[in-house]
């Protein structure tokens, strides 16, 4: 069964540093998402994408955050300059159409920021 | 807020039994979705369940739909072990933002063997 898949699966990082987090999603979905959960607290939406552009943002997805799709195959979320606060497993989703449809979700990236 | 609140937060059951989650949430739907997360995990899609529907199953779970009480419930029947877990519905709404869909806390289930 296709499967949105995510890299690296848990990063380190220091305060202040750049950190890009990559997701490959379901070949023939066009919306793609990032959500994050912080540690014992609920799955949170930060962004969604269409048609190479951010078609919606949540309040968390401030000017550090930043989405790309480089290629046909990847997407990536690019956090500029890390803050403790950022610690959080940061799930990529895909789906064929809207959110009316089924989103699939990858398995996270385990971002520790100390 | 649109977002969906489970209940009960916590829920423990003995192995075979039913168990009965709730879901509940504040404005008009296009769909709603329950999602499984073992710890530390990602999300795994179970059900979805779109706003003119009133009942779905899969296997052992089945999914019901009130959208004039803006509820839904996700029932697992015959509980097994491997069903602990924390389960999430998700919502996303009639009107606008359907690029996205919205989370509830969770109801975390534990099956005692």
């Known amino acids: 069964e296709p499967e949105v898949t995510q890299t690296p699966s848990h990063q380190v990082t220091q305060m202040g540093q750049e950190v890009i987090l990559r997701c490959v999603p379901i070949?023939?979905?066009?919306?793609f998402y990032w959500y994050r959960q912080i540690l014992g607290q609920k799955v949170e939406f930060l962004v969604s994408?269409?048609?190479?552009?951010?078609?919606?943002k949540s309040e968390i997805f401030d000017d550090q955050f930043s989405v790309e799709r480089p290629d046909g195959s990847n997407f990536t979320l690019k956090i500029r300059s890390t803050k403790l606060e950022d610690s959080a497993m940061y799930f990529c989703?895909?789906?064929?159409?809207?959110?009316?449809?089924?989103?699939?979700f990858g398995e996270g990236s385990w971002l520790t920021v100390v | 807020s649109q977002q969906g609140e489970e209940d009960p937060q916590a829920l423990s059951i003995q192995e075979g039994e039913n168990a009965t989650m709730n879901c509940s949430y504040k404005?008009?739907?296009?769909?709603l979705q329950w999602y499984r997360q073992n710890s530390g995990r990602g999300l795994v899609h179970l059900i979805l369940?779109?706003?003119?529907?009133r009942e779905k199953h899969s296997g052992r779970l089945r999914v019901t739909l009130d959208t004039s009480k803006k509820s839904s419930s996700l029932l697992i029947t015959a509980s097994r072990a491997a069903d602990t877990a924390s389960y999430f519905c998700?919502?996303?709404?009639?009107?606008?933002?359907?690029?996205?869909?919205?989370f509830g806390p969770g109801t975390s289930l534990s099956v005692i063997p």
């Open positions: 369940i779109r706003s003119n529907e």
């Open positions: 070949s023939n979905h066009l919306y």
């Open positions: 998700a919502t996303s709404r009639e009107d606008t933002s359907y690029d996205k869909v919205i």
């Open positions: 404005t008009s739907i296009n769909n």
């Open positions: 989703a895909s789906s064929e159409w809207t959110g009316r449809n089924t989103i699939y």
């Open positions: 994408f269409y048609n190479n552009e951010i078609s919606e």
